[in-house]
Nanobody, 123 residues
C-alpha cells in the first residue's frame, strides 16, 4: 500500500510555471506507476501525465504536451509535475495517483490517490 501527498499548487499568472510534487510513503514506491490527473470545477477528472516505474515510459495528454514534464525520483519516493506556459484552462485541482501496473490514462484503474492540490492560473 502507498499513501500519496501532493504539494506545490498555488496561484500563478498565465505564462508562468509551477512544480507539483507527490510524496509517497512506504518502501515500495518504485514498484508503482504514477499518474497525474486534474479536475476543474464542473468538469470530469481528466488525465494529465503518467510515468512508469523506472521512468522509461511517459505519457501526456495532448492538452499539456510540450508544456508539462513528469518525472520521478524513486530514491526520494517522489514524483513531480513541472508545469510551464500555464494557461487559465489549466486551472484545476491536481491529483497524483499510483497503480502497480503499466501506465494508463484511465483514472479508475489507479488504486491510490492523494488529496489534491489547487492550481489557479489567472489571465
Amino acid at each position: 500500500q502507498v499513501q500519496l501527498v501532493e504539494s506545490g499548487g498555488g496561484l500563478v499568472q498565465a505564462g508562468g510555471s509551477l512544480r507539483l510534487s507527490c510524496a509517497a510513503s512506504g518502501r515500495t514506491f518504485s514498484t508503482y506507476t504514477v499518474g497525474w490527473f486534474r479536475q476543474a470545477p464542473g468538469k470530469e477528472r481528466e488525465f494529465v501525465a503518467a510515468i512508469s516505474v523506472r521512468g522509461s515510459n511517459i505519457y501526456y495528454a495532448d492538452s499539456v504536451k510540450g508544456r508539462f514534464t513528469i518525472s520521478r525520483d524513486n530514491a526520494k519516493n517522489t514524483a513531480n509535475l513541472q508545469m510551464s506556459s500555464l494557461k487559465p484552462e489549466d486551472t484545476a485541482v491536481y491529483y497524483c495517483a499510483a497503480r502497480r501496473a503499466p501506465p494508463v490514462t484511465t483514472g479508475t484503474l489507479y488504486d491510490y490517490w492523494g488529496q489534491g492540490t489547487q492550481v489557479t492560473v489567472s489571465s
